[in-house]
């Protein structure tokens, strides 16, 4: 009964979109669609989530905070060599942002106070992707549809909503083929600490549609994880382990020296399962690139390690 209603929910979605003759990848190198002419031109953005959306519909900002941070932890889709980098989120450089002239200042409510300074200068747009509605998917679907208004670029969101749509939809039947049923998803911090994704993360929002469940059902935080030890993730013999890189030099170490990290169960039968880099806490384009990375990690890059799910 729930799938049928993912399904009918899904379908009744997709008709309500303005039609679109092919799902064409969202990739600003191709993306030739005019803004409007009214439209904000020196726009700067300074929540990663939200560049990462802007930069999936073509649409290129003046200046980003973080700008090495995002290239190391989201890369895709690439910030242009000509972004200007303002420094870190919670503290940009006011000074340099006021010399910018910007038109427009996109940020979320975490890193609104930052900038409120200069709401003379530039309006200033919130949008929230994490909140308390705990629903992230269909808040990058409401945060890409926002941006593409506030910038104006018309249509541009429905075609990035659609894209990720078709390649959740190719990554679920990848994955019926899935070499484990079950799976937690990681960020490791060190051999006996990491990050685990669940319940209000896009990364869960994403398995829910999904023919593979999430093992951590376990309480997270605003952000949608949980920083556990080995001992509390040794129970899910049966899950696969998957670690988003970067993984710490001392933790590849450890799977091969360590008594502890090397004989975790899950690491024991499936290995231990790396992802590239992808935006842990991203946006509408990190939910379909997660997806493909995923649906790649678990029937390609493991395979001949461990056993096949039945």
Known sequence: MHQQHKTCSRRHFLAGLSAIATLTPVLPASFTRSAKADAPKRVVIADGALAETALAMGIVPLAMADVPGYRAWVQEP??????????????????????????????????????????????????????????????????????????????TAEILISDTLSRIDQASRELTSSRASSILVTSMLSPRHMRVYGQNSLMQDVIDR??????????????????????????????????????????????????????????????????????????????GRFSDLLANAMTSQGAAHGEIAS
Request: aromatic share 8%; glycine share 6%.
């Open 78 to 155: 690439k910030v242009p060599e000509q972004v200007i980098n303002l420094g870190a989120r919670f503290q940009p450089s006011l000074e340099r942002l006021a010399q910018l002239d910007p038109d427009l200042i996109l940020t979320s409510s975490f890193y609104a106070n930052q900038y409120s300074r200069l709401s003379d200068l530039a309006p200033i747009e919130k949008i929230d992707i994490y909140s308390s509605s705990k629903t992230p998917f269909l808040n990058a679907m409401a945060a890409a549809q926002k941006i593409a208004e506030v910038t104006g670029h018309p249509g």
């Open 210 to 287: 999904l023919p593979v469940k999430n093992a951590w059902t376990g309480p997270t935080n605003h952000w949608g994880f949980a920083t556990v030890t080995i001992d509390q993730i040794a129970q899910y013999s049966n899950a696969a382990l998957i670690a988003i890189k970067p993984v710490p030099d001392n933790v590849d170490r450890a799977i091969v020296h360590s008594p502890i990290l090397s004989e975790l169960p899950s690491i024991k039968r499936f290995g231990l399962i790396t992802m590239p880099p992808v935006a842990t806490f991203g946006g509408l384009f990190a939910a």
